[in-house]
Nanobody
């Protein structure tokens, strides 16, 4: 069983930056692919970014490509999402997820473990 706890969310002005962290416990996530998803009010949860077990392969939603960077530190059992040039449309609850497979995937159903989420609000 993997427990995930996100942190680093908050209120930021448009154009600003935030760094989200996802700390895992219960098991080492070094063999897990990891993903970040988000859900805005009234909308479905959507894929943001994903990373394979080693950090050597990543993938991003078109809406965040070039602005967000996913990374991981397996020694710390932690995954990060660096968010730059934030826009009001990035406002959402951001969730970290773990997949018991080494390669990244975009589909929500591929991920068995989820955190509780952290709120990101971008003001205009």
């Amino acid at each position: 069983q993997v427990q995930l706890v996100e942190s680093g969310g908050g209120l930021v002005q448009a154009g600003g930056s935030l760094r989200l962290s996802c700390a895992a416990s219960g098991r080492t996530i070094s063999s897990y692919a990891m993903g970040w998803f988000r859900q805005a009010p009234g909308k479905e949860r959507e894929f943001v970014a994903a990373i394979n077990w080693s950090g050597g392969s990543t993938n991003y939603a078109d809406s965040v490509k070039g602005r967000f960077t996913i990374s991981r530190d397996n020694a710390k059992n932690t995954v990060y999402l660096q968010m730059n040039s934030l826009k009001p449309e990035d406002t959402a609850v951001y969730y970290c997820a773990a997949r018991s497979g080494s390669s990244w995937q975009k589909a929500i159903y591929e991920y068995a473990y989820w955190g509780q989420g952290t709120q990101v609000t971008v003001s205009s």
